[in-house]
């Protein structure tokens, strides 16, 4: 997990969650749903992701994206494709 886009990743969680959390403190195997994160709350979060990162997710991956870390996983890997 590179620090900057989990970095990101946390910043823009902080938008949605009740919580405000910061890298060190944000456990990555935390799923959404223990965010408190509703399917909309998710669902913005991903598209403001996208916007952020200049990238857009396939329909067929948001049906794995369940914890903090997949949600870092999956974005290092679309920057590493676009890079």
């Known amino acids: 997990m590179t620090v900057d886009v989990k970095r990101t990743v946390v910043k823009i ?3 949605y ?8 403190s944000l456990n990555p195997s935390l799923t959404l ?8 709350d998710v669902l ?13 997710l396939e329909a067929s991956e948001l049906k794995h ?12 890997q679309h ?5």
Not at 48 to 56: K, N, Q, V
Not at 79 to 83: E, I, P, T
Request: proline share 0%.
């Open 17 to 24: 969650s009740e919580v405000q959390y910061s890298v060190d």
């Open 44 to 56: 913005e979060l991903i598209y403001a992701l996208e916007e952020e990162f200049g990238t857009e």
């Open 79 to 83: 920057l590493g494709r676009a890079a």
């Open 65 to 76: 994206l369940n914890t903090v870390a997949e949600l870092v996983t999956t974005f290092e």
């Open 13 to 15: 969680l902080n938008d």
């Open 33 to 40: 749903e223990q965010l408190k994160l509703d399917s909309l």
